[in-house]
């Protein structure tokens, strides 16, 4: 199967540099789809998708494409649900920034708010940040949010049950009405949709379906590879399989939790099992490797026992 490259969506050579230094091969299902209409037109944007699927380089990298180095004011900002993914989406916004000169600020509670303060009176280019640490700002006019290009709502179902929704209405009406906006969630639900209908102009939604594959199939082989190749010696194997379903063993959780992620966003159906689950988390994985929800199960050997 061919796909087009990073270069193909359009993407400046900078961009380009910052994707090779970080390893990223091909562009996943989302941003193959996400990347060439942000960079072509004005509409808004609903993405369907789980996470791990590379969403934030989907709405990342048009958004880094298309914002000029100013020492103006504001130009994006990206709300999510959690500290945690304040932080993992900054880092990764600024890992695919190159050596574009944009400004990308975290800004979450538990940090100081006198730092966020100081920091905010600087150049900021792109804030990434929880509602309710933004609005603190927006109440103490330390945050201007009335010329920005873009909006992204990420993981917009767990901020609605956070209980986020009347916060991101106030921060959304603190914006500019020509912003663009674009919305990711894993579900739909009743509010998300009608918050788009009131908040958002004319969008496009895109859905990224998760891959499931069937049936059984066990043999005993050893591959000899080298440590570098082996992420990619086992996802040949698993392609090289027409219907692979299984199990995967590795040492530690750590290696568990690493090895399923990178599964996951390569558009693997894989989950991850080991002793920090809960026995209802655990229930819940075996009931989807049962129903081949999932088809590849990632586990330690201690999470394993029991396994029928
Ligand atoms: P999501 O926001 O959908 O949960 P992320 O954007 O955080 O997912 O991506 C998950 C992981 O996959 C990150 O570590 C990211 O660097 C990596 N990743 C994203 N896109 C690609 C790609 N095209 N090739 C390789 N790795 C990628």
Known sequence: MTTLTFKELGLSDDILTALEKKGFEQPSPIQLETIPMLLANTHDLIGHAQTGTGKTAAFGLPILESLDPTSGPIQALVLTPTRELTIQVSDELHSLKGKKNLTITPVYGGQSIMNQKKQLKKRNDII?????????HLKSKNLDLSHIKYLVLDEADEMLNSGFIEDIELILSKTNADRRTLLFSATMPK???????????????????????????TEQIYFEVRESDKLEALCRIIDVEAEFYGLIFCRTKRDVDR???????RGYAAEAMHGDLSQFQRERVLGKFRKKICSILVVTDVASRGLD
Request: net charge positive.
């Open 128 to 136: 990434v940040g929880t509602p309710g640490r933004l609005i603190d």
């Open 259 to 265: 090895i399923t992620e990178k599964l996951i966003h």
């Open 191 to 217: 509010p998300i949709l009608s918050l788009a209908n009131r908040y958002m102009g004319d969008y496009k939604t895109i859905n990224i379906k998760k891959e499931t594959l069937a049936t059984t199939l």
